[in-house]
């Protein structure tokens, strides 16, 4: 289970654990079961980076990818299949999958 010993405002938050913060929330906002989310993970699976982060992260990101709140990380205007797991989560990111979860 990833835990942190301290608080820390400061720090920026990864897209791992962007992924991991939106896949909890799913539940409030729309009333579906977490199981339900685990058994439709399995197949979004084309990452090349995926093992980059612990396993539990993977399954959060492998979440985040079909609820499609989450996918690949944009290289200018180029799309690549990797989820750059350990990169800091821009506030455009943010503000795009807000809109991707109210919709």
């Not at 929330?25 to 084309?46: D, N, Y």
């Not at 990452?47 to 992260?57: A, T």
């Amino acid at each position: 289970m990833l835990s942190y010993e301290t608080f820390r405002p400061g720090d920026s938050i990864t897209r791992a654990e962007m992924a991991k913060i939106i896949v909890n929330f799913v539940p409030l906002l729309h009333g579906k079961t977490k199981r339900r989310i685990l058994a439709s993970a399995r197949a979004c699976t084309s990452f090349v980076d995926q093992d980059q982060v612990n396993l539990e992260l993977q399954n959060y990101i492998l979440q985040a990818c079909v609820l499609r709140f989450m996918g690949y990380h944009s290289d200018g205007n180029i799309q690549r299949e990797t989820f750059s797991p350990n990169d800091p989560v821009t506030r455009a990111e943010v503000a795009t999958i807000i809109s991707r979860m109210l919709r």
